[in-house]
T-cell receptor, first 112, second 113 residues
């Protein structure tokens, strides 16, 4: 039973435009959410996070939005750059539980 | 460089063999993890150790045995390898009890033939 789902396996966006990556979760106990970015042959690296007490967190070009009632979060990247081409993983955790649950990732390709 | 490093990067072996993957972190973290990325690309936790104590042990065959000699090292030993064990295994570390994100190694691609 996948508790965190990223239903789009891939996304292609033109350079300079906005990239929107989506993530849904089923466990209402999750109270902290993270996005990781992964390049080929490397491990995932932390990108941005959000606590369930917030609905938005922004860091430079990256903004994460959380809709708790819909159990949905999204990552916005604007403007998109070629270096943003990677696989993006959404993850969720019940704070204190130490068990991070990942989605299956979305491959983002930024076209020049 | 401060990092999580795991060796080997690639491991090709035959069914029935026993193999180990090593992981070391120099970030001063007190918690280490093993994750498995299967063919469907899901990253699933296998084990977690905090200060050498096992705190998470997911439903993993007992052919998999983690060992943590100290809080900076977490090795994974796999006995009697099976075809289905083929995957990418990621080591990670973090501070326990905080919202500090996991830092991952670059993965070990295990291929069982």
């Amino acid at each position: 039973d996948q508790q965190v789902k990223q239903n789009s396996p891939s996304l292609s966006v033109q350079e300079g435009r906005i990239s929107i990556l989506n993530c849904d979760y089923t466990n209402s106990m999750f109270d902290y959410f993270l996005w990781y970015k992964k390049y080929p042959a490397e491990g995932p690296t932390f990108l941005i996070s959000i606590s369930s007490i917030k609905d938005k967190n922004e860091d430079g070009r990256f903004t994460v939005f959380l809709n708790k009632s819909a159990k949905h979060l999204s990552l916005h990247i604007v403007p998109s750059q070629p270096g943003d081409s990677a696989v993006y993983f959404c993850a969720a955790i019940i704070q204190g539980a130490q068990k991070l649950v990942f989605g299956q990732g979305t491959r983002l390709t930024i076209n020049p | 460089d401060t990092a999580v490093s795991q060796t080997p990067k690639y491991l090709v072996t035959q069914m029935g063999n026993d193999k180990s993957i090593k992981c070391e972190q120099n970030l001063g973290h007190d918690t280490m993890y093993w994750y498995k990325q299967d063919s469907k690309k899901f990253l699933k936790i296998m084990f977690s150790y905090n200060n050498k104590e096992l705190i998470i042990n997911e439903t993993v065959p007992n052919r998999f045995s983690p060992k943590s000699p100290d809080k900076a090292h977490l090795n994974l030993h796999i006995n009697s390898l099976e075809l289905g064990d083929s995957a990418v295994y990621f080591c990670a570390s973090s501070f326990r009890g905080t919202n500090s994100p996991l830092h991952f190694g670059n993965g070990t691609r295990l291929t069982v033939t």
